[in-house]
């Protein structure tokens, strides 16, 4: 179980946000791993070799679920191709569907 993995004291939900502000009341739509709250797809609590203890650069972490060719096939994207997912999307929620600023 992933919420209560690895001897954690409490749903790792609940464990980041005891810290860190629950994002899932700031915003009407929420990144999945956010809503499901599943930090730890995205950010290793313990080390990380990232700014924002993140896994990966943060456009690897896009591409990691988000297929690369389906994100450039929309023409919105084409003047995108360096990969800065987060100039216009915040990884963690929106107020529209796409998450963008």
Do not use: I
């Amino acid at each position: 179980d992933l919420q209560m993995g690895n001897a954690l004291v409490m749903p790792q939900s609940e464990l980041c946000y005891e810290c860190h502000d629950d994002d899932r009341e700031k915003y009407a739509h929420l990144h999945g791993p956010v809503g499901g709250g599943y930090c730890t797809t995205c950010h290793n609590p313990h080390r990380a070799e990232n700014p924002h203890l993140l896994r990966m650069t943060p456009e690897e972490l896009c591409f990691y679920c988000h297929q690369q060719e389906d994100v450039y096939r929309n023409d919105t994207h084409e003047d995108v191709l360096a990969g800065e997912c987060l100039d216009c999307h915040n990884p963690h929620g929106g107020e529209d569907w796409d998450l963008s600023n």
